[in-house]
Structures are given as C-alpha cells and as structure tokens.
C-alpha cells in the first residue's frame, strides 16, 4: 500500500514512528504494509516510490522540513506532490481551518480525482463539505476514512456506526474539546477563567487560534462530523449554532456547583445542532474532567450509552490512522 | 431464519415483541427475517415450523407457560426441543447457573453439535466453560455470540473487539453488576448496608440467589468472558479470585469519600484475574453511580477509554440479540 502523506506535524511523526514500531505485527495480523512514498510540510516535500525512511524523514524534518531529505525538493507544495505521485492513499494532517479548508480540500478533492483512498485527520473539510466529499468519494470508488477527527484515539465514530448496528440513535450530546473542559474544570476548581487559560496555554494545549477552541469552532467541526456520520444528516458549519466558553463567570460556574452540576462546552443533535456551555450533573457520565472527551449516545432500545477517552495526543491519532488504514485495505481486498 | 428459544422468561418476551415491532426495519436493512419456530420454558414448549405468532406466545405465558400455546406440550424439556426440531439458530435465555450451567449447558451444546448457531444471555456455560465452547463451535462450523452476556444493550464486547482492531488491549477492569452498584451507591449516600440491600430487593433488582450478586459470581462470570474474548485468555470461573460486598461496612465507606474516592465492585484483569471490592476515584470516570456498568479498557497506543451503560433491562439485552442475529445472518451470507 503506498501512501503518501500531507502534513509533517507531531501526528505525522507519530505515525511513521508507530508504523515502524508496529510493521510486523501489522503486517502478519492485518496484512497491512504501508510504503511511504511521498511525504510534504510547509516547508516543501519528498517522493520516492521506493519508499522513504522514517527515520530519516524525521530527523530531516528535526532540520526543519522533509525537504531536508536526501532528494527533497523545498517550496514543493501538497498541490504538487498528491498530482505527481502514484499512491494507493493521501493521509491528510495538516491543520484545520474552518474558512476555506485549505490546503487539505485541495489534497483530498485532487488525490480522489486520482482514485486515491483518503484518510483525514483535517477536520476542516469534513466541517466544510462534509456532504460533497462523501459523494465525491462514491463517485471515484474511493474511501474516505477520518477515524482521527473525533476523539483522538477513542473509537467514538466506529462505535456510534458500528457497535450499534441495527439500533436506531435518536440522539447524542458530547464534550468534543479536551482545551475548552480543562479550562472548565480548573475554573469549578477555583480558578480565574484567565488563570485557567494561561494554565492551558503554558501546557500547549490551547490552539495557535485561540478562536477555535475558544468559541467552540473545534466543536462545532466534531459535531458536524458526528451529525453527518452517525445520524445521516447532510449538514456543515454553517448549521451549527455555536457559543463557545469566553462568557462564563465564576459565578456560573459556583451557581452550577451548588446543583451539583458543573458547566461544560456541550455539543448537541436532537432536534437541534448546536454547542453551547450546559449544565451536567456530576453523576452524569458524560461529566468527564480535565482534557478528557465524552460522548452520549441516545439509542431507541439500548438506552444511554457513553463513551469516554483522552481526546488526542499524537500517539493516539496515529493509532486511529492505522486503523483506518487496516479498514481501506480490507476494503481495497473486497473488490 | 429459524430461531429456537429456550426460557421465556423478561428477555424472551421483550426479544419476541422487539423482533415483531422492528420486523420491517431488520428485513429491509439487514435482510433479517426470524421465524420462531420452537420455545420452551420451565413448564413446557411448543413447537411449529410455520413459525409461532409472538403475541399468542405472551399471552400463554401469561396463563402460566408457552406450552398453554395451541398445541403446546406440558412438560417438554429444552433438550427435547432442540433435538427435535428443525432450526438455525438457538437462543438461550434460562438462568445463569453456576455450578454446572444446566440445563443452557445441554442446550448449546445439543444444538451445536446439530449445526445451531447459538445466541446466549445465560453466562453459566460461557463462565463455566468458554473455551471448550468455542471450539465445540469452531468444529462444528458454527457461530457462538453472547453480545448480552455483559453489559446487557451496552455492546462492551464489540467495542473492545472491534473498535480498536489493531490496538492491542493490556489491561481492563469494570463495573459489570448494576446490584452490587446500586447497593453500594447508596451506602455511599449514607444507607447502612442492610437498608440498602433491602431497597435494591424491593427493586427486583437482586438475583432470587442473592449470592449471585453480592458474592460477586455474577461480576465474576462477566469477568471470565471479557478475559476469553477481548484478551484470548482461556479461564474459566475457578480462575477467578472473588470477594464480594458483604463486609463492606459503614466506616469503610467514609473513608473511601475522606479521599475522594468511592467503594466499587470492580472486575479486574491485568497480571491477575480478581473480582473485589476497591477504591475508585470519583474522578475516575470509571465511577459510575447506581445500576449503571462501565468497563475502562486501557489500550498500547489510544490510552484508557471507558464506556458506561445499563447493565441489564428486558429491552436491552433483546436489542443485543437482535445485533447477535443480524451478525450470524451475516456469517450464513458469507459461507
């Protein structure tokens, strides 16, 4: 299977660090042997259909750039690589931006038109054209696979679609930003909401844009896919209405402790799709602390059901990568 | 489809009312058609290739037995129906029996050996013999599924199967007995043991052999197939160290909140196989509270996850033999 990758950024890295680490077990259990044959950042790129090096596309990009590989070309762009490369995949980890979705519309639209399967942790496109893309993937007999979206390495997508088979879900609501529910929490701990946030920050877990986790925008983007993915709703950005957590008082916030509540960022699809700071009872699973994420699932005859999980890390993006790429294969074998 | 059912007691008849109201929706997307063909309870069967209409088989079992069906049999024994009639598919739903499984033992085993498929809820014969069961259904080209063994509408089973394929799982440890929970949630609340004993009795929601759930064999049960199937151990009960709740006391509970924690029944599965009671942290989002289960799952590369729900209930546990059926459905396709 050889992929190439958009995006060189902690995911990336970890992701040939894991396939290496795990080559033989995926291998002999999956039949799964991802060759690297192209591989680009921002500050230009690398192909060889023979394969790239992890280990060596790592320490070029310690350099600066994947460029730095034997052979790399700078200023080459992912425009370029995904047109000029034959691949059977384009995982796609550059970062999200919800105005236009670029560069990642781009590599994905370009790399079906050329019959690629895709893999997209770029949350960006699926919140934009989530719709589009999935018709533009029927249309090429491609997959198009974002396991990594939502919930980092917790299997939140898989499950909804998958472990509740033959169960109608009639509603979720989840706390999709591990920044924004680490803010809340230090804040229920007695922390300023600008304590809170310089806490988030010095620990990097707060956005370049600030605005995404913030006014809830990284939510918004995690229930557009949700929304589409699990109950077959055809919507994007737009749709959601979207509060994030800038106006929340310590008041508030002692108001909801006092019934036994606390506030979280919660994003909502019942009659309705939006994300807004809610008051959770304690007692509810879904009132997970610190960056953890949550997901509660309203199934018509298994009742409430929640899912709960670290909701990113390289690793554990990584990990759902592979995933994704044992499911294309399999696919791939099908036909 | 033809679909046997040995016991009829809450999950029998919620699974023949379930399959009846959702009859359209499981043949138009999944092809899923069952007959029910055969049924026995503890008074009797009956038994009709044309199949048994659901709401005659209620209604008789109102009056005492399936067998005051028309044309019903007094006194007809599980192993008789099974050995005499034509069908697919078994479902076992009798008691869960720890000592020597029976009669669901004879049962799965008799329609295996005759090319059943089997669907169990009654974790006896798993618990007391899961790995010589799975290779009875192996020799035997057939398929074995028991989604409502654990975690009643929850699908913990799929999810640690399935939704982290590739992943390897190293540990996991749960809450797999909503009683147990209930009891000691609200000791936690400040109810003497006694108190609360009694108000999970008034419930209905202690096993007729109280033993079951405060001894911690049914959590222990729970324990054996999780470790079988997520983890490809092969245990059984004996296998199990188990000390249930009884001589939790008062001062054992305040000192669990002291340290922000509280007392759980947890099933354990590391470097050891245990059911005991243990401290949970409350900020653990393994603690749940009331009747509800959870099981925290800790993966090699996607951290610990957790998913919560009911552990039990009529609706439920029938709403996972229909995702049981729709799987072997799946597998006869297949072959």
């Known amino acids: 299977m050889r992929v190439i990758l958009c995006g060189f950024g902690v995911v990336g890295q970890s992701l040939v660090k894991l396939l290496e680490s795990r080559a033989d077990n995926l291998y002999s259990a999956f039949g799964l042997k991802p060759r690297i044959v192209g591989v680009v950042d921002s500050g230009g ?3 060889d259909t023979a394969g790239l090096d992890s280990s060596a596309l790592v320490s070029a990009k310690k350099r600066g750039s994947v460029s730095a590989y034997a052979g790399g070309r700078p200023g080459m762009a992912g425009a370029e690589l995904v047109e ?3 691949a059977d995949v384009l995982i796609e980890t550059t970062s999200s931006n919800y105005k236009d979705a670029e560069p990642g519309m781009s590599h994905i639209t370009a790399a079906m038109r050329r019959k690629m399967h895709v893999v997209s942790v770029n949350k960006g496109p699926l919140a934009l054209a989530f719709p589009s893309l999935m018709e533009l993937a029927k249309y090429n007999s491609v997959s198009l696979r974002f396991s990594g979206t939502v919930g980092g390495g917790t299997p939140i997508l898989d499950y909804a679609k998958n472990s509740l088979r033959g169960e109608r879900i009639e509603s979720f609501r989840g706390i999709l930003n591990g920044t924004t529910n680490y803010i809340l929490t230090n804040m229920a701990g007695g922390m ?6 310089g806490d988030a920050r010095s620990r990097g877990y707060v956005e370049a844009d600030e605005s995404l986790d913030l006014d809830g925008l990284d939510a918004a983007a995690k229930l557009v896919i949700l929304a589409n993915w699990i109950m ?7 749709d959601i209405k979207c509060t994030g957590i800038r106006d929340i ?4 916030i002692k108001r909801a402790a006092s019934k036994k509540s606390a506030i979280k960022l919660v994003a909502v699809c019942d009659d309705d799709l939006y994300v807004a700071p809610q008051d959770v009872r304690v007692d509810d699973p879904l009132c997970v602390n610190g960056t953890l994420n949550g997901v509660s699932v309203v199934s018509e005859h298994s009742g409430t059901q929640t899912i709960i999980g670290r909701g990113a890390g390289g690793t554990e993006t990584a990990s759902s990568i592979i995933r994704d790429l044992i499911d294309i294969r399999r696919d791939m074998m099908r036909q």
């Open 84 to 86: 000029d490369t034959e």
């Open 45 to 47: 790129g690398v192909a």
């Open 192 to 197: 300023s909401f600008d304590a809170a946030l």
């Open 249 to 252: 008082s310590e008041s508030d």
């Open 232 to 238: 077959g709703m055809k919507v994007t950005m737009p």
